[in-house]
């Protein structure tokens, strides 16, 4: 597809339940982000992946989060035994080129609308 | 990606008037600038940019202002139009970076 994709776009558990969310990045970009965005806050950053590089997890909450990148592309997110403060909007974006570029800016997904009963 | 709701400042302007959006960045030592758009129900979108080297940028319709002495930076919109509406959010980095930082965010309410 021409840009970012999201899977599901809405996504209701129970309490206790783990769920997958999925990212499709734009083709051939090399950095993949993942941000939460909750009700009354801006974006806040979880996970980024560039390339072959270990990612920079340095965003994630807590241990029930974690994120793959499979083959330099998809990338899921996992969020284990969920919480009721993990509901919230879940972005995914990817970008392409090199850093100092003009315009070289994060082309982001729909989301993903998490909500934790 | 719905756009955060009831505690977002809120910009209401008349149709064909100029608006401006403020942000206030934390960061002294970013040196790259983005300002995004969300429209309810989606993922932001990229407005424009501009580095700490430069006070000024333009682009249509658009244009942004940086003081790093202050480090503001505000979003103009030339004739603002319904299809403004939605939420801007302001955005910095070190351009060496990747990580973005976003602020909280601005509603635009455009008047008919």
């Known amino acids: 597809g021409a840009g970012v994709s999201q899977s599901p776009s809405n996504k209701v558990t129970e309490k206790g339940k783990d769920v997958e969310l999925r990212c499709d990045p734009i083709s051939g970009h090399t950095a993949l982000y993942w941000y939460r965005q909750s009700l009354g806050q801006g974006l806040e950053f979880l996970i980024y992946?560039?390339?072959?590089?270990?990612?920079?997890k340095s965003g994630l909450p807590s241990d029930r989060f974690s994120a793959e990148r499979t083959g330099g592309s998809v990338s899921t997110l996992t969020i284990q035994r969920t919480q009721q403060e993990d509901s919230a909007v879940y972005l995914c974006a990817s970008r392409g080129g090199t850093s100092g570029a003009w315009g070289n800016e994060q082309f982001f997904g729909p989301g993903t609308r998490l909500t934790v009963l | 990606g719905e756009s955060v709701g009831l505690h977002l400042p809120t910009l209401s302007v008349q149709e064909g008037d100029n608006s401006i959006i403020n942000c206030a960045y934390s960061?002294?030592?970013?040196?790259?600038f983005i300002w995004y758009k969300q429209e309810s129900g989606k993922g932001p979108q990229f407005i424009i940019d501009?580095?700490?080297?430069?006070d000024k940028r333009q682009g249509q319709r658009v244009t942004v202002l940086l003081n790093k002495t202050v480090k503001h930076l505000s979003l103009q919109i030339a004739a603002t139009q319904p299809g403004d509406s939605a939420v801007y959010f302001c955005?910095?980095?070190?351009?060496?970076?990747?990580?973005?930082?976003f602020g909280t965010g601005t509603r635009l309410a455009v008047r008919p």
């Open positions: 960061n002294s030592a970013s040196d790259y």
């Open positions: 992946f560039q390339g072959n590089s270990a990612p920079d």
């Open positions: 501009i580095r700490s080297n430069m």
């Open positions: 955005a910095e980095r070190k351009s060496s970076g990747d990580k973005l930082t």
